[in-house]
């Protein structure tokens, strides 16, 4: 099953057009944004990033919590084992041609989708 997946995407990925001021163009790279299939190949892609990295830094610790809606990730993280900058240098060596934006925490808030989190020092997530 997986091989006839993989022909049927090739043959997606063929004929990947998009238009832009009345022009068609073919992307050098990934799928037209837009497409159809756009948002369902990236949440594929994205299931399989978590599958193969980020579990493994839930077990270890180093991210103590995670949490994803469609592409902005909401992370916490040990102080003690890994930092935001480690965390996004991983993330970023993952695809070269994906690279993530971090938003830090600023005086103990951080924004997330359409809200505004603050952390209370007593508290964390279970």
């Known amino acids: 099953m997986n091989k006839q997946i993989m022909i049927l995407l090739s043959i997606i990925m063929e004929q990947n057009y998009f238009q832009y001021n009345k022009q068609c163009y073919k992307p050098k790279k990934g799928i037209a944004m837009g497409s159809r299939l756009s948002g369902y190949l990236a949440e594929i892609y994205t299931q399989e990033i978590e599958e193969t990295n980020v579990k ?14 469609v592409d902005d990730i909401l992370i ?3 102080k003690s084992k890994t930092n935001e900058i480690q965390i996004s240098n991983e993330i970023n060596k993952i695809n070269k041609h994906l690279q993530t934006k971090m938003n830090t925490e600023k005086e103990e808030k951080i924004k997330f989708l359409d809200i505004k989190i603050n952390r209370k020092k007593t508290q964390h997530i279970h």
């Open 56 to 69: 493994d830094w839930l077990k270890s610790k180093e991210i103590i919590y995670y949490k994803r809606h």
């Open 76 to 78: 916490l993280y040990n």
